[in-house]
């Protein structure tokens, strides 16, 4: 009797698990993949691989911004009013290239996408097409042809997590940068100069970041340079990598406009590369000069450079080496909007000269000499 009185409670509990699972999705949907909930629809998921395949089925825009934490601040209402058209941000932290051709050629397939805004990053070093922290398999079969395995992501341990983050304060966005970091205190405090990188006493980033620098600087006062034996078969390793997760659909889509940056990283860090990281800047200059002569082929992609902008050379406007303040993203948008810092090729070679005579000048030595003593201090 007890038995089958287990039996009968099993059942029904499970029965109202499956029955509370699928109203769930039907009158939430928390990562919004099969419908526009009915509930809980300005609450977004931090985790925009996973997120940005419902935005882009569910949500009304026809243009996109679409980068890493280089991007995650920038304003879509200020893109839409400065640019036209109507921008949704679903730019992904930490993205390489490979991982944001799976979202935007899955934008550009399912939707009329006008403008496209997207980050130049560096690291397109990382040609392994992998992240650790996001696995492919977590969020590839999305993006795919068969809308019926997109019920997979809720399988998993995570499904309860997706439902309470729908109740947190944070999680309510709206689509002008769901992830934007520039008003989280532990990021803002850093901004107005050394001083302010300095007391980020328990950062282990700003530490990391310290120690790169001071051990860089040595070098430099050694004379030592970092070269590397394959620089060439890397450099044409890169080119291949971005022909087939950028220019493929710049080709394929000729009506959609491609602005495209490289982002404006603190003058310290170009320093550091041009001072001993030679193949590293050798590389980078290579892909300046081969993304402006793509521009040059294919008339609805522009290219836009600011290193040889005097705002790099001020570490008040960045938080580390390469993550600037919310007002360069603005600047940004009004430059592209007047054709600022549009890279031709009658002014590409001027524009990496001037850089490289700003990162060449650029007293490395004289920041490194206080990380150093900050960090002797913090022992």
Same mark, same amino acid.
């Given at each position: 009797?007890?038995?089958?009185?287990?039996?009968?409670?099993?059942?029904?509990?499970?029965?109202?698990?499956?029955?509370?699972?699928?109203?769930?999705?039907?009158?939430?949907?928390?990562?919004?993949?099969?419908?526009?909930?009915?509930?809980?629809?300005?609450?977004?998921?931090?985790?925009?691989?996973?997120?940005?395949?419902?935005?882009?089925?569910?949500?009304?825009?026809?243009?996109?911004?679409?980068?890493?934490?280089?991007?995650?601040?920038?304003?879509?209402?200020?893109?839409?009013?400065?640019?036209?058209?109507?921008?949704?941000?679903?730019?992904?932290?930490?993205?390489?290239?490979?991982?944001?051709?799976?979202?935007?050629?899955?934008?550009?397939?399912?939707?009329?996408?006008?403008?496209?805004?997207?980050?130049?990053?560096?690291?397109?070093?990382?040609?392994?097409?992998?992240?650790?922290?996001?696995?492919?398999?977590?969020?590839?079969?999305?993006?795919?042809?068969?809308?019926?395995?997109?019920?997979?992501?809720?399988?998993?341990?995570?499904?309860?997590?997706?439902?309470?983050?729908?109740? #947190?304060?944070?999680?309510? &966005?709206? /689509?002008?940068?769901?992830?934007?970091?520039? %008003? +989280?205190?532990?990021?803002? *405090?850093?901004?107005?100069?050394?001083?302010?990188?300095?007391?980020?006493?328990?950062?282990?980033?700003?530490?990391?970041?310290?120690?790169?620098?001071?051990?860089?600087?040595?070098?430099?006062?050694?004379?030592?340079?970092?070269?590397?034996?394959?620089?060439?078969?890397?450099?044409?390793?890169?080119?291949?990598?971005?022909?087939?997760?950028?220019?493929?659909?710049?080709?394929?889509?000729?009506?959609?406009?491609?602005?495209?940056?490289?982002?404006?990283?603190?003058?310290?860090?170009?320093?550091?590369?041009?001072?001993?990281?030679?193949?590293?800047?050798?590389?980078?200059?290579?892909?300046?000069?081969?993304?402006?002569? #793509?521009?040059?082929?294919? &008339?609805? /992609?522009?290219?836009?450079?600011?290193?040889? %902008? +005097?705002?790099?050379?001020? *570490?008040?406007?960045?938080?580390?080496?390469?993550?600037?303040?919310?007002?360069?993203?603005?600047?940004?948008?009004?430059?592209?909007?007047?054709?600022?810092?549009?890279?031709?090729?009658?002014?590409?070679?001027?524009?990496?000269?001037?850089?490289?005579?700003?990162?060449?000048?650029?007293?490395?030595?004289?920041?490194?000499?206080?990380?150093?003593?900050?960090?002797?201090?913090?022992?």
């Amino acid at each position: 009797m007890n038995a089958t009185k287990w039996v009968k409670s099993f059942f029904i509990l499970f029965s109202l698990s499956v029955f509370f699972f699928i109203l769930s999705i039907i009158l939430i949907d928390p990562l919004k993949v099969l419908h526009k909930p009915y509930f809980f629809k300005d609450r977004f998921n931090s985790n925009m691989r996973l997120q940005n395949a419902g935005i882009i089925k569910n949500y009304e825009f026809d243009s996109i911004i679409l980068g890493t934490s280089m991007l995650e601040n920038t304003s879509a209402v200020e893109a839409s009013n400065l640019l036209g058209g109507n921008f949704a941000n679903i730019s992904m932290s930490a993205s390489d290239y490979y991982e944001r051709n799976i979202v935007l050629s899955y934008a550009l397939k399912n939707k009329e996408i006008k403008k496209v805004i997207y980050s130049l990053d560096s690291n397109y070093y990382n040609l392994e097409k992998k992240y650790i922290n996001y696995p492919l398999e977590t969020y590839i079969y999305l993006y795919d042809e068969n809308i019926f395995n997109d019920v997979k992501v809720y399988f998993n341990n995570s499904y309860f997590k997706y439902i309470t983050t729908l109740f #947190k304060k944070s999680s309510k &966005k709206t /689509l002008e940068y769901p992830t934007a970091w520039f %008003d +989280d205190k532990s990021n803002s *405090i850093r901004f107005g100069g050394l001083d302010d990188w300095l007391k980020a006493e328990n950062s282990n980033k700003i530490k990391d970041v310290f120690s790169s620098v001071v051990s860089t600087s040595e070098k430099i006062k050694k004379n030592e340079k970092i070269v590397q034996n394959d620089t060439e078969d890397l450099k044409q390793k890169i080119k291949y990598y971005i022909d087939d997760t950028i220019i493929k659909n710049v080709i394929k889509y000729p009506n959609t406009e491609f602005i495209m940056f490289f982002p404006p990283y603190s003058r310290l860090n170009y320093a550091l590369w041009a001072q001993c990281d030679i193949s590293k800047y050798e590389i980078h200059k290579e892909i300046i000069r081969y993304m402006t002569e #793509k521009s040059n082929q294919y &008339k609805n /992609l522009k290219i836009y450079g600011f290193e040889n %902008d +005097d705002f790099l050379d001020d *570490i008040a406007n960045y938080k580390d080496l390469t993550h600037y303040h919310q007002s360069i993203n603005s600047l940004m948008l009004s430059n592209f909007k007047n054709n600022i810092g549009l890279l031709t090729n009658e002014n590409i070679e001027s524009y990496i000269n001037i850089s490289e005579t700003k990162a060449l000048n650029y007293n490395v030595g004289y920041i490194a000499d206080r990380m150093s003593e900050y960090l002797k201090n913090k022992k």
